[in-house]
């Protein structure tokens, strides 16, 4: 792990975290909202939300569901304190905590679900935060990513390539991560692919694959 990278990378979100919702509010109304939705839905017991950001997911957990509670960590000390004044908003308990997904202080095997959604762009080493995820989920629990990732387009793809130096380097974010290929990588086995947008934003169900330890 290239910590500098990390640390350039928080510096990125805190700096944008005061503008963040206001900067992506269109693209919640349109599209994201409904998508929050449905990844929220599928969380029960005790849920991870894994780069809780600035809170976007919080008010779309269900109500009356089988969530006992959600923690939401982030790396970035900025966005946390956005999603902090979104808490009032959730319908299940909520307890943010600053963390880094690549270096978790939670012990193993003890959350039900695991959720992100558009994280993994910015994790400097996505492999070792998937094993990080995998390491404090139980044997029986599930993942549930909503991701944008490289699109296998024949032109598209080679474009997201070009341009994804730059966009690292304006705002922290990888626009052509092999998520799928990264989540196998770790250990962890993918259940299912569901195509949201194009083959550019899925939502991916993950099974720690914990027999295979």
Known sequence: MNINNTEEIR???????????MAFGPMEKMMMG??????????????LEAGVGTGANLAHYPENSNIEKVIG????????????????????PIEL?????????FEEDI???????C???????????????????????????????RS??????????????LSVKLSGV???RTTEKNIELSGMKIVSVEPLLRDIVKLITVSPNKQCL
């Not at 510096?11 to 919702?21: I, P, Q, T």
């Not at 905590?97 to 202080?105: R, S, W, Y």
Request: some cysteine; overall charge positive; charged content about 25%.
């Open 119 to 149: 994280v993994f762009c910015s994790v400097p080493d996505p492999v070792l935060g998937f094993k990080e995820l995998r390491r404090v989920i139980k044997s029986s629990g599930k993942l549930y990513l909503l991701e944008h990732v």
């Open 97 to 105: 905590i600053e963390a880094d997904i690549q270096n978790l202080h």
């Open 34 to 47: 409904k998508w929050r939705k449905l990844l929220c839905s599928k969380a029960n017991g005790l849920v």
């Open 111 to 117: 959350f039900d679900t695991i959720i992100t959604a």
């Open 174 to 176: 990888n626009i052509n």
């Open 11 to 21: 510096a990125k979100y805190d700096k944008k975290a005061s503008s963040y919702d």
């Open 152 to 165: 296998e387009g024949i032109f598209l793809g080679p474009l997201m390539d070009k341009l994804n130096a």
């Open 73 to 92: 960590i982030d790396f970035s000390p900025k966005m946390l304190e956005v999603a902090k004044g979104k808490v009032l908003m959730a319908k299940v």
